[in-house]
């Protein structure tokens, strides 16, 4: 079976909270000032009740609302496809299947979380969000959430990606967002960073700072994340849930699941629903996949530490590199985050799930040949996924037996085509 496609009646009604299956319990966030366990209240400034009640709860399954299912019907249930030009490429016994979330309208798995994220802040009167944005997917997927739901959008785009990603920026003003560059002279934030570095290629911790430092001042304004936090992760549940039923109706059973980390939010999306079988002693690899210049996973330590560079949200138990890390401005934008979100942090500190990390130039080999095999040109993120997807294929091949693998292909690369032709590393 080629395509695997659910029947718009297979989507799942309800997302999957992975809290309750965690081996520990995740350790409280920290007020920024009083380092205390952080209170409902402490996140009201910031967020709708909504999503702080999700961000803590620990109920295992949560209802999807209708007009948010409403949404999600334009582009889900997203296909399961198997990779056969490429197994056949690589010459392996190696069964590939990829998740393929570049076919929703921003072009990533993000919208999943920002029309939940929309719609609840617009059921609450609020007005406008803010956030931020590294390769710009997120940023996108906001901008388009917030037309749907009639909100304002101003998104700070750490700068080197919107040096290296115009249309980035042109698509998400399509849909009426204020897109500056991080760090701006908007904010005291932006202003604090250029002076101490005027030609600073910006962070996804800085432009967090930038974009909460502009979601406090105003009561009708709250801040909206892509990743990192608890109810994103819920959100992104639903890519698991469907390859769960997808693999099933091919007769399935997959030995290696495999998605890139930034922040860990698609990561996490794919592998929630499979975690307990793992966590129960069952044999499945969860393998996080990370850029080698921003391996909080690999070389980061499991410490108390900041969201954002100003230290102005909470501090989260997570793997970081230190949120005054500044990343080289490599094209994969979306990965260049100093920290791992606490519920991946805690399955890698438990051993639950694997991380490895890779070069930009060997992913952008492992890009262009899924892009010849498969014909889909991948975002420098999903990259990752695809070059490990491939080393575990290869391996298969030494090892003359069959298993079978899947990934997620978390966005389309037609927006990142400058990153290839800044990255010719094969013919």
């Excluded at 392996?92 to 072009?107: C, D, L, M, Q």
């Excluded at 979601?215 to 709250?222: H, L, Q, Y």
Aim: aromatic content about 8%; charged content about 25%.
């Amino acid at each position: 079976m080629r395509k695997i496609i659910l029947d718009e009646k297979e989507m799942p009604d309800f997302y999957y909270n992975i809290q309750v299956d965690l081996p520990e319990p995740l350790l409280p966030g920290l007020h920024p000032i009083t380092k205390e366990p952080i209170k409902m209240e402490d996140l009201r400034p910031i967020f709708p009740e909504s999503l702080i009640k999700q961000e803590i709860s620990q109920e295992r399954e949560i209802e999807i609302p209708k007009e948010v299912r409403k949404r999600y019907l334009s582009y889900r249930p997203t296909p399961l496809i198997r990779a056969l030009a490429l197994e056949e490429y690589l010459n392996t016994p190696a069964k590939i299947y990829y998740k393929n979330e570049g076919v929703s309208p921003a072009g990533s798995h993000k919208l999943n979380t920002a029309i939940p994220q929309a719609y609840f802040n617009s059921i609450e009167g609020i007005k406008s969000l803010t956030t931020e944005t590294g390769a710009g997917q997120w940023g996108s997927a906001l901008s388009m959430a917030c037309s749907f739901f009639n909100l304002n959008c101003k998104v700070f785009m750490v700068k080197a990606s919107f040096e290296q990603k115009p249309y980035r920026k042109i698509l998400m003003e399509i849909f009426n967002a204020n897109v500056l560059p991080s760090p701006s002279d908007t904010t005291e934030s932006g202003r604090k960073f250029i002076e101490l570095d005027p030609d600073s290629p910006g962070s996804l911790g800085i432009a967090i700072s930038e974009a909460v430092e502009e979601a406090v001042k105003k009561s009708d304004t709250n801040y909206a994340l892509g990743s990192v936090l608890n109810h994103v992760l819920l959100h992104q549940s639903i890519i698991g849930l469907e390859v769960k039923k997808q693999l099933k109706l091919a007769d399935e059973k997959p030995e290696i699941l495999i998605g890139c980390v930034g922040g860990g939010s698609n990561f996490g999306g794919l592998i929630a629903p499979f975690v307990s079988k793992k966590v129960k002693g069952k044999e499945i690899r969860l393998v996080a996949v990370e850029p080698s210049v921003a391996a909080s996973l690999t070389k980061g330590t499991f410490e108390y530490d900041y969201g954002d560079t100003m230290g102005l949200t909470p501090l989260l138990a997570m793997y970081t590199l230190g949120h005054d890390f500044v990343p080289p401005p490599i094209h994969a934008g979306g990965l260049r985050y100093h920290g791992m979100a606490p519920i991946i942090s805690n399955l890698y500190k438990n051993k639950i799930i694997e991380a490895c990390s890779y070069d930009q130039k060997d992913i952008f080999e492992a890009a262009r040949i899924f892009a010849k095999t498969e014909g889909i040109i991948p975002a420098p993120e999903s990259a990752h996924a695809i070059k490990k997807a491939i080393d575990e294929a290869l391996i298969a091949k030494e090892e003359k037996r069959e298993r079978t693998i899947v990934f997620l292909l978390s966005g389309h690369g037609y927006l990142d085509l400058s990153a290839y032709e800044k990255n010719r590393t094969i013919s």
